[in-house]
């Protein structure tokens, strides 16, 4: 992918890019989707390590290797899965199941086998739907040993030989876990986590999406220094976020908003589920953005399924971090099937979960109180060049409500004014010495 | 009746009753309904105590009798009333209004009268309605000394002769007030309460309803010992509540939950009347039971008028008492008139009242906070045998809500799901080692 | 006008005020705009002067002078403004605009001026509104030193000379800004306090309706010794407001309630805007009554735009004071224009009007918390004949809830009943021993 993106340090800091500047984005987004959709990733094994290898173009991202047999509080990491090839021959000897036409084929973290099976026993092995008789399903077996394959279910009908031969040439063996990590510390205590899983191996959707847009947020804050410090987790599902908790227990007190990003490129509405807390700052922060931004969404309470957020929010840690989708899993017909291939994002899809989420972030970063400096009466606007109507009313409503019990984000929902506007109008509150910023520890 | 039914020992505890089971229940309230009709029962005499004496055979109930003149707050026990006989004798000596042939035709607690009055003096003491020309309507005058006879309005143009014969055998003398209390003593503190009416005379649904669902629920705990005590009061309206409660202060705060039961038989839905405090235990299961069960349902709030919840719901007790009706008195035509006859209430009207009267017990009985034992991360269900998926998604929000903040209720009210199936869960994750029950105390 | 209205003396304290005594009310209100209606009003000067020695034939309002270069917060009383005459004259020497004919043909605190100019220049200094072209838009210039015309629209195809004389005769210099205010003074600490605008010339809705509504609330009061006192302010727009709490900081604190009245004499639905707390006492009140009186009504969350209300609620005061009118101002087309004249407004929304802010401020005038003195189970109304069927639900309301906790307004509010019909059965449950009203200090 092309990495000449201006990164909108151009723009004013804390106002929304440009439709121009989203939609480049969003190209650049579905070329690495493009990109890492070959690899064959799962839970471990070389495929995440490729995968995490092709990030590290865009962002200075860590590598972190986790030896199997690690414990994560109820869980433990498993062997390692090395798969070469996969297949299954007919008499003829010709491939009619193959790894190396699609990484599907083979069920993920498959033990390995070679032998002659019959029909019967072939079958019980592969996994194919008729509902979707073009589309391989997606398989894995991560927690109890086992072999597979899956298979557009058409194949059925042309398996009309006795026996067959089947060989999935894997290992299972101890290894590592193996996730991505890249920090940016900020000038105040307090960081924002983005995390997404990359254990599917070539499915788009669900994850090379959530990959590509966080991978994108990431770099817009290289070489920054933020307010809040930016964490950025490209870790297996479940397992992951467990791992990296397990190993970060000191640095969760300090988290103070985050989003699961998973299934963002679809060219359906964005879906947000908020964090288990409710109404923590990212779920204002992204409601906000997605209400006076987006023509439709859905906004759904946490539940304890879904993704990544079920481990993030599970009551020992109950962080505030939300799970930003497009159309939810489950809702689409391609969802763990071989369908869900680069067709199926949209670099539009992908360029407006990017902007939600970069929206949001900047809420949580540039949200504070400030303090109306002449609070009894209105202050003369005129007077300080301050008249222009379009901005007036949100300059008022700020002057007005800041009274040092209420955070900018506070006075845009309460007004229905955009953050940004207000936040706009702060800033010159605050260069015509009417305002003053709190710091946290002021409130 | 026959006591035949099952008593559901073998449900296990907490989950609903079969459908076959409420229909067995609803058909024997319907024969005790029809046992206890033509007992003759008031404020205070005799009827009331062959109505007790039948309730005796179902459950082990204890009759009180308490003192003519006896202070209750601001009301005292009145007069016995005794009651023989009453008629209207034409001038052929036929009894033209007789109370042998319905109980409805004396004004209750009307005193003595025998004489000759014109049939204007008459037509003053006799109540009919013309709305309803076949019913005779029910009518008394418990707080001020009078005499009278009701009958159907037909009757009126019937009354053609100049003077008629009147006698009521009636006295009302120093005597007693009865009612019936059935305690069954549980292992924790607190008790839950279950209040019906015993004053009307032949009418069905109010009171005879509430009377065989009440006694229906009492047997059910009969020879238990359940974890808080259940109270069953069988008392006349207003004065009974006030008795009780003036000879036991000491019982009211123990009360933690109660029903008034009141019009509970009829084919209509059910409507549930909040407690004064507006969001009690009581209140919250009843609803819960009746949003996940009923089709339709009316939910209202507090109001100080109704049934006896006005006195348990006075200032100086708020009680968290609600009322469950069907249809609200004053909805429905045959409401205080003869019409209100067994056929007017239904084996499935009483059926349902006593499920969902079972069931809102059982919540309270069984609701409490639970501590989910691994809470960083889900443990791992599988692992455990607990991957039935039906199920599944009720045990992951337990375990995720089960912080010891807040109590399966709580949690069934924020999932959605049936309180029932998440306590079964419950009950299995505590068996696996993952959650652990909470004392009131530990909370 | 005529000062003969009943001042409603002999209806029952705290009841609604008839509706014949309304439409007086209406009348006289309509007659009082219409002999303020030629006053040239503006910020200052002797249009104020005029109009509040008016109001001193209805009430004993004191007329306070503030000196130019008094400081107000961020403010500052400027020169003041006389203007004696002011013209555009032809070539034939007509009088083509005419203060005269209308004070709105000047635009409000024009400098003085008198010259030949261009046709050009004249229509830089000439305001009209083609939308509008027979009507004269109103204008003025208080902040920045200029001076002007209005005119309707229609003139301007009629100027076709190449220059006019314009002549204004005006001085600013420096004098004072004039208000009035009148005082009754309570029984019990605390005020409330009514301000309405004097600062428009001659236009009716927008502001001799609040002026007369004011006025008349304020006669209802004189000679009275209310529980609260009782304040009326009548003060020019935004500068009236600062200049009189800059003088009375004192008495702020004691200020529970309060209403800017403005544009509340045309024939559209009430409009009520809540003060910045959202709900406090005059929010309730008004709303209680509106809900319960009017068909048809807006009721709006505070925004700092509007009316005066901008001022007593910036952030350094916060008052609970709200906002009636009618139509909101700029949601009628006469608003600002001569249109707004006494055809404009009608005896009947000044009327009604002055009822809603009457009882809106009985209300807060007569809540307060009562105890029930026989709080176990119900008293028997019966036996102290208070037994009056459509009063009985609402003594037993009244009863229930007058626990030491709540008001008469809360319990209003809950059961849904009008708090006057509340008000009145507290009185006799006070009267026969069963209610006590608490002091604000015992609650």
């Known amino acids: 992918m092309s990495s000449g993106t201006d990164t909108g340090a151009e723009r004013p800091a804390g106002q929304p890019p440009s439709a121009q500047y989203v939609a480049e984005i969003g190209r650049n987004a579905h070329a690495l989707v493009e990109e890492l959709y070959p690899f064959c990733r799962s839970l471990t094994g070389d495929g995440v390590r490729q995968t995490l290898r092709a990030l590290q173009k865009v962002i200075p991202l860590e590598m972190r290797e986790v030896p199997t047999g690690t414990r994560a509080y109820d869980w433990t990491v498993p062997n390692e899965w090395h798969i070469e090839d996969a297949y299954v021959l007919d008499g003829a000897g010709r491939r009619i199941v193959d790894f190396r036409a699609s990484n599907l084929h083979v069920v993920g973290n498959s033990s390995p086998i070679d032998a002659r099976v019959s029909r019967e026993e072939l079958l019980k092995h592969l996994h ?30 042309s398996l009309t030989e006795p026996e067959y ?73 479940t397992l992951g976020p467990l791992v990296w908790m397990s190993r970060n227990e000191n640095v969760l007190p300090s988290i103070r908003a985050g989003f ?86 949209a670099p539009e899809g992908l360029g407006d979960s990017w902007r939600i989420v970069r929206q949001a972030i900047d809420i949580v970063q540039d949200d504070r109180r400030y303090l109306n400096l002449l609070p009894k009466g209105e202050p003369r606007l005129g007077a300080r060049g301050l008249f222009a109507d379009a901005e007036r009313l949100g300059l008022l409503w700020t002057l007005n409500f800041s009274d040092g019990t209420r955070t900018l984000l506070d006075i845009a929902e309460r007004s229905g004014m955009p953050f940004w506007l207000l936040h706009e109008g702060a800033r010159r509150l605050v260069e015509t010495g009417l305002l003053r910023e709190l710091n946290e520890e002021a409130a």
């Open 128 to 157: 194919t739907d008729p509902a979707h008789p073009d589309w391989i399903p997606y398989r894995h077996t991560y927690y109890r040993e086992s072999w597979g394959f899956c298979a557009a279910h058409k194949i059925v009908a």
């Open 260 to 345: 699961v990003l998973a299934g963002v490129g679809d060219r359906g509405k964005p879906t947000y589920t908020r964090s288990r807390r409710g109404n923590s700052l990212i779920d204002r922060a992204t409601i906000h953005v997605i209400q006076h931004t987006n023509a439709a969404s859905t906004i759904r309470d946490f539940a304890p399924n879904g993704y990544d957020q079920r481990q993030y929010c599970s009551p020992g840690f109950d962080l505030p971090i939300g799970c930003l989708m497009r159309t939810p899993n489950g809702d689409y017909p391609e969802y763990h099937f071989s369908a869900d291939n680069p067709r199926l994002v």
């Open 165 to 237: 031969r089947v060989r999935i040439d894997s290992r299972l063996e101890p290894g590592n876990l193996t996730y991505g990590e890249f920090f940016v510390p900020g000038r105040e205590d307090g960081e924002i986590l983005i995390s997404t899983h990359t254990c599917h191996p070539s499915l788009c959707n669900d994850n090379l999406s959530g990959i590509s847009v966080g991978a994108l947020i990431a770099r817009d804050f290289a070489n920054t220094r933020p307010r809040y410090g930016m964490r950025f987790l490209f870790v297996p599902a």
